[in-house]
Protein backbone atom coordinates (compact mmCIF):
# COMPACT_ATOMS: atom_id res chain seq x y z
CA UNK A 1 0.00 0.00 0.00
CA UNK A 2 1.14 4.01 -0.80
CA UNK A 3 1.37 6.06 1.98
CA UNK A 4 1.91 9.42 1.31
CA UNK A 5 5.31 11.25 2.85
CA UNK A 6 4.05 12.81 5.36
CA UNK A 7 6.03 16.19 7.59
CA UNK A 8 5.18 16.90 11.02
CA UNK A 9 3.87 20.51 12.48
CA UNK A 10 7.41 20.76 13.69
CA UNK A 11 9.18 20.13 10.98
CA UNK A 12 6.80 22.08 8.34
CA UNK A 13 6.87 25.61 11.16
CA UNK A 14 9.97 25.39 13.52
CA UNK A 15 10.06 27.38 16.27
CA UNK A 16 5.84 27.79 16.07
CA UNK A 17 4.51 24.14 17.66
CA UNK A 18 6.11 24.84 20.63
CA UNK A 19 4.88 28.12 21.04
CA UNK A 20 1.34 27.05 20.06
CA UNK A 21 2.03 24.04 22.62
CA UNK A 22 3.22 26.59 25.10
CA UNK A 23 0.09 28.52 24.85
CA UNK A 24 -2.16 26.27 25.07
CA UNK A 25 -0.99 24.32 28.24
CA UNK A 26 -0.63 28.36 29.84
CA UNK A 27 -4.49 28.68 29.18
CA UNK A 28 -5.07 25.42 30.90
CA UNK A 29 -2.99 25.93 33.67
CA UNK A 30 -4.77 29.29 34.14
CA UNK A 31 -8.34 27.95 33.65
CA UNK A 32 -7.89 24.99 36.69
CA UNK A 33 -6.12 27.64 39.02
CA UNK A 34 -9.17 29.95 38.36
CA UNK A 35 -11.74 27.25 38.81
CA UNK A 36 -9.65 26.09 42.16
CA UNK A 37 -9.75 29.76 43.13
CA UNK A 38 -12.52 31.22 45.58
CA UNK A 39 -13.50 34.27 43.49
CA UNK A 40 -13.76 36.40 46.25
CA UNK A 41 -13.93 36.44 50.68
CA UNK A 42 -16.69 37.98 52.44
CA UNK A 43 -14.23 41.07 53.06
CA UNK A 44 -13.39 41.49 48.91
CA UNK A 45 -16.62 43.35 47.39
CA UNK A 46 -17.45 46.76 47.76
CA UNK A 47 -20.52 48.28 49.55
CA UNK A 48 -22.17 46.56 52.87
CA UNK A 49 -21.32 42.89 53.61
CA UNK A 50 -23.51 40.90 56.01
CA UNK A 51 -21.93 38.20 57.71
CA UNK A 52 -22.95 35.53 59.79
CA UNK A 53 -22.18 36.54 63.32
CA UNK A 54 -24.19 39.43 63.47
CA UNK A 55 -21.31 41.98 61.80
CA UNK A 56 -21.41 43.83 58.45
CA UNK A 57 -18.01 44.99 56.67
CA UNK A 58 -18.64 48.20 54.81
CA UNK A 59 -15.86 49.08 52.02
CA UNK A 60 -16.02 52.00 49.67
CA UNK A 61 -14.15 53.22 47.27
CA UNK A 62 -13.13 56.81 47.98
CA UNK A 63 -9.96 58.24 46.29
CA UNK A 64 -8.32 62.21 47.55
CA UNK A 65 -11.16 62.09 50.77
CA UNK A 66 -10.00 63.10 53.94
CA UNK A 67 -11.84 60.94 56.16
CA UNK A 68 -15.05 58.33 55.81
CA UNK A 69 -17.17 57.29 58.42
CA UNK A 70 -20.81 55.43 57.83
CA UNK A 71 -23.92 56.01 60.15
CA UNK A 72 -26.29 52.97 60.48
CA UNK A 73 -29.75 53.39 61.34
CA UNK A 74 -29.08 57.26 61.78
CA UNK A 75 -27.04 56.66 65.32
CA UNK A 76 -23.35 57.55 65.84
CA UNK A 77 -20.82 57.75 63.19
CA UNK A 78 -18.47 55.06 63.04
CA UNK A 79 -14.86 55.99 61.24
CA UNK A 80 -13.95 53.88 58.14
CA UNK A 81 -9.63 52.74 58.17
CA UNK A 82 -7.56 53.22 54.71
CA UNK A 83 -7.50 49.91 53.66
CA UNK A 84 -3.54 48.55 53.19
CA UNK A 85 -1.85 47.78 49.86
CA UNK A 86 -3.09 50.52 48.15
CA UNK A 87 -0.10 52.47 47.04
CA UNK A 88 -1.78 55.02 44.57
CA UNK A 89 -4.13 57.07 45.93
CA UNK A 90 -6.69 57.41 43.38
CA UNK A 91 -7.41 53.71 44.75
CA UNK A 92 -7.97 54.31 47.97
CA UNK A 93 -10.60 52.16 49.70
CA UNK A 94 -11.89 52.86 53.45
CA UNK A 95 -13.14 49.58 55.41
CA UNK A 96 -14.83 48.92 58.76
CA UNK A 97 -16.62 46.08 60.39
CA UNK A 98 -19.16 46.98 62.90
CA UNK A 99 -21.25 44.56 64.95
CA UNK A 100 -24.82 44.23 65.90
CA UNK A 101 -25.77 44.82 62.37
CA UNK A 102 -29.07 43.02 60.40
CA UNK A 103 -30.01 42.45 57.02
CA UNK A 104 -32.40 45.58 56.60
CA UNK A 105 -30.19 48.69 58.58
CA UNK A 106 -30.40 51.73 56.91
CA UNK A 107 -26.86 53.05 56.48
CA UNK A 108 -25.04 56.06 54.53
CA UNK A 109 -21.85 57.09 53.99
CA UNK A 110 -20.18 60.32 55.55
CA UNK A 111 -17.57 62.11 53.76
CA UNK A 112 -15.33 64.61 54.83
CA UNK A 113 -12.82 66.74 52.60
CA UNK A 114 -11.45 69.95 53.31
CA UNK A 115 -13.80 70.47 56.16
CA UNK A 116 -16.92 69.90 54.64
CA UNK A 117 -18.61 66.66 55.68
CA UNK A 118 -21.59 65.26 53.07
CA UNK A 119 -23.40 62.42 53.38
CA UNK A 120 -23.75 59.54 50.54
CA UNK A 121 -25.85 57.00 49.47
CA UNK A 122 -24.19 53.59 49.02
CA UNK A 123 -23.79 53.40 44.86
CA UNK A 124 -23.22 49.65 45.56
CA UNK A 125 -26.42 49.19 47.68
CA UNK A 126 -28.90 46.84 46.94
CA UNK A 127 -32.03 48.78 47.75
CA UNK A 128 -32.72 52.51 48.55
CA UNK A 129 -35.39 53.25 51.06
CA UNK A 130 -36.71 56.60 52.59
CA UNK A 131 -35.74 58.81 49.89
CA UNK A 132 -39.43 58.99 48.64
CA UNK A 133 -40.14 59.79 52.61
CA UNK A 134 -37.42 62.53 52.70
CA UNK A 135 -39.30 63.70 49.12
CA UNK A 136 -42.46 63.83 50.86
CA UNK A 137 -40.91 66.56 53.94
CA UNK A 138 -40.16 69.04 51.55
Known amino acids: MYQKP ?12 PARLLAKCLLVFVSAFLV ?4 ASA ?17 VWAPFVDNVAVKING ?9 PGHTDPA ?13 GDKYRYVIGLGGV ?20 GQ
Do not use: I, Y
Not at 36 to 39: E, F
Not at 97 to 102: E, L, R, S
Not at 121 to 136: E, I, K, T, V, Y
Open 6 to 17: SMSSAQLHPGRL
Open 36 to 39: ATPL
Open 75 to 83: GAVVPLTQE
Open 117 to 136: TREFNDPRAQQLSGFDLWLA
Open 91 to 103: DTTWTVTVPGTKA
Open 43 to 59: TDPLGATLHNDGTTTFR
